[in-house]
């Protein structure tokens, strides 16, 4: 205001003042810049730290607010976690983290000023989701010992399990079986604790040796893990080659030694099994 302690008598004393209103503020506008977690691949039973970076990308500074992180899309309503900032210039970053551990099945939800205490030039592109990284077990390899088994061998089967990632996986079961539904009713299972990304697992079962009989594997038999690819967790199994038995009247004795007509005389057949393979029962 002029003259505003009234010293100058003035031709118009009403024309002295004006207001004045800044007619635009400039607004920040923060958004979730990046999301990294650690481990890289992070998979359900991990305890996962996820390094969240927020950024004003506005051209006004922000005042206070909160970054929740949730397990549902509603991060607003009862997160998880939530961490606070102070304040945050245009043009800068900051980095929070939120470690959990991740459960299967889950997702992960962040979202910027969760409690809308700052006026945004845009308030959609606050939030941003993640999910986990899922395992992909494949069995890599089969195989039986002894090589030339007989039939009523008792027969060891080697199967390996791979998970070829990227994500680690939870406990599963293998199942060995002798039809081609080893999901349904297998003749045994194995259980496997975890397998991390990149590891392998060697399973044994034992079988009695049946010729003409092929035997399945397959790997998370219950359908406890989400993997990558479910096509690659069964394989077949068959003994090419059986020892055969090849026996043969291999000495007669008598008692007495030379028998006479109306002797008692005990014959001692002794029958050898010259082949490789073991013999059933024969008469
Ligand atoms: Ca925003
Ligand atoms: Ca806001
Ligand atoms: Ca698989
Ligand atoms: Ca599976």
Redesign the pocket.
Known sequence: MADSDDQLPEANENNNSDEGTISSFSL????VYTVTSDPQYPAAGDSVTWTVTVKN??SGSSGPFNVAFDDDDQPSLLPTETESVTSLAAGSTKELTFTHTAVAGDQYWFL??SDEEVS???????SHAVELSPADLEITGVSYSPESPSVGDDVTWTVIVKNNGPGNATAFNVAFDDDDRPDLLPIDTKPVSSLSAGSTVHLTFVRTATQEESYWFLADSDDQLPEANENNNSDEGTISSFSLPDLVVYTVTSDPQYPAAGDSVTWTVTVKNSGSGSSGPST
Do not use: R
Not at 120 to 126: A, G, I, K, S, V
């Open positions: 920040p506008d923060l958004i990308s506005g910027v000023d945004e030039t845009n308030e959609n592109n606050n």
